[in-house]
């Protein structure tokens, strides 16, 4: 009977029963995977990973948040990347009241499709448009009246990219990623990330004073690893810059950003992936481009 164990987790993936609901509460999705953070320690989930996308198996584009999902202990098969399509079991989180936020049944979940990047991103535009906010300050403003913990949006204008050092992992999460080595010892540890990486950006409100946030992209932590190991380190700073403004930024693109809360601290707001079409793209029609 196959199975992935994830810490005290068990997936079983004999009980996959797509298309039906299994236990009362959960719903199937089809989700366009938009964001992938990267891995966090916690004491009660060990590493886990902040999944959020876009479903579209409802009619209308809906913004939704997947958690916990443990990813590295995922099957190898089941380890999606960002604009994979998924299907997955999820029920409303008991413990997380934003109205994103689901809770899936990992036994249930299968990548069903991939959406590349033919026509300047065309296939992903066209899910991506019709969930576009004015502003970043306007979803926080919309957030403080009871809206949406996630979303979508263009900055006017992007101004930097930079690196922070990051706060040191705490010496609880040292413990956690000991255990969790005990646990597996062939398992490679996620490495804590020294720094911070960080955008500037004003919005197309009259209202925006600038914003300056931090990006905590899966792909964004593995291009430091990556270039770390190729790159001497006075070129590296300029090399995540020349990947992370002067290309996805770059002029030929039109560069949206998608963002959401935290759940114990609905003020803060950090940045999940940067979502970076061919530029006239996004202005296509999307009745068009949906149906």
Not at 18 to 41: F, S
Not at 42 to 71: K, N
Not at 74 to 93: G, I, M, N, T
Not at 224 to 235: E, G, T, V
Request: proline content about 7%; glycine content about 6%; charged content about 25%.
């Amino acid at each position: 009977m196959p199975a992935v164990l994830s810490g005290s987790i068990l997936f079983n993936r004999d009980l996959i029963h797509l298309g039906v609901t299994r236990v009362q509460g959960y719903q199937r999705m089809e989700i366009l995977i938009t964001v992938k953070a990267y891995p966090v320690l916690s004491s009660r989930y060990f590493e886990t990973v902040c999944v959020a996308g876009i479903r579209i198996d409802t009619g209308t584009p809906q913004l939704v948040r997947l958690f916990p999902v443990p990813f590295r202990d995922l099957e190898k098969d089941l380890q999606f990347s960002k604009y994979d399509v998924v299907e997955v079991q999820a029920r409303r989180h008991a413990e997380d009241s934003r109205m994103e936020s689901w809770r899936p049944d990992l036994s249930t979940l299968r990548v069903v499709d991939h959406l590349g990047t033919r026509d300047g991103w065309a296939d992903r535009a066209r899910w991506v448009a019709p969930l576009v906010a004015p502003s970043l300050c306007q979803i926080k403003r919309d957030a403080q009246e009871g809206g949406p913990s996630l979303g979508v949006f263009r900055p006017a204008r992007i101004t930097d990219f930079h690196l922070r050092p990051a706060a040191d992992r705490t010496g609880r999460q040292e413990l956690i990623a000991s255990q969790m080595n005990l646990f597996d010892p062939e398992r490679k540890a996620i490495e804590a990330l020294p720094y911070r990486f960080c955008y500037r950006f004003d919005c197309d409100d009259p209202a925006c004073g600038g914003h300056e946030m931090g990006l905590v992209d899966w792909e964004a932590g593995q291009s430091y690893l990556r270039f770390r190991a190729k790159y001497p380190s006075d070129q590296l700073v300029a090399k995540l810059r020349q990947t992370w403004l002067d290309t996805a930024c770059g002029p030929d693109r039109d560069p949206h950003l998608f963002v959401g809360n935290l759940h114990r601290h609905p003020k803060t707001w950090l940045l999940g992936a940067v979502f970076y079409p061919r530029t006239g793209v996004m202005a296509r029609p999307v009745q068009d481009a949906l149906f």
